[in-house]
């Protein structure tokens, strides 16, 4: 009788344990989808997990924006040094369907501190250093809705500390900021 009151204990002590393991059901896929969200589950440890709910990626801020031909924008999102090369990342948008080209001849940085001109660099081939390409010698971008392009340039000297940005066709980036 002593071991039928211990083997009910343990039963009992079980079906507890059991029945703290047990997490809520997860909540219908058709709830997640609403972006309803949802409490933390417990995990058994005494660790509260919280679901994650996907969110919409947005686009870095814009440093500067400028009209372009054919009702296109353009966000300058990056102007970084990294060692001896200057990087400049540009997204176009647009409403309708529209292209924009542009001859890496044209593309320039204005360094503003001693007002020279530097042109798009070129790889030991004799490449451009910029992309989309749109054959050997221009950029081709897609700008509806989104469309993303760099350039790279030799880097002004240490002491300049804005540059201006010159894409054809494009109002110019005036002063802008130097990452270094």
Not at 2 to 20: D, H
Not at 140 to 156: D, M, R, T
């Amino acid at each position: 009788m002593n071991i039928s009151r211990v083997a009910l204990a343990v039963a009992a002590a079980s079906g507890m344990t059991l029945s703290a393991c047990q997490q809520a059901p997860a909540p219908a896929a058709d709830e997640k989808l609403a972006g309803e969200a949802s409490a933390p589950a417990a995990t058994g440890n005494g660790v509260m997990r919280e679901e994650a709910v996907p969110t919409a990626t947005s686009s870095p801020a814009a440093i500067q924006s400028q009209p372009g031909p054919e009702g296109i924008t353009f966000d300058l999102l990056k102007v970084a040094v990294t060692g001896d090369i200057l990087t400049v990342t540009v997204n176009c948008k647009a409403e309708k369907n529209a292209w924009a080209y542009m001859k890496f001849e044209e593309i320039s940085v204005i360094d503003d501190t001693t007002s020279q001109r530097i042109g798009v660099l070129k790889d030991n081939a004799g490449a451009w250093m910029g992309s989309p390409l749109a054959g050997k010698d221009r950029i081709g971008l897609k700008c509806s809705p989104n469309g993303i392009l760099w350039v790279k340039f030799p880097a002004p000297p240490a002491g300049s500390k804005t540059v201006s940005i010159n894409l054809p066709g494009v109002a110019p980036f005036d002063g802008v900021p130097v990452t270094r």
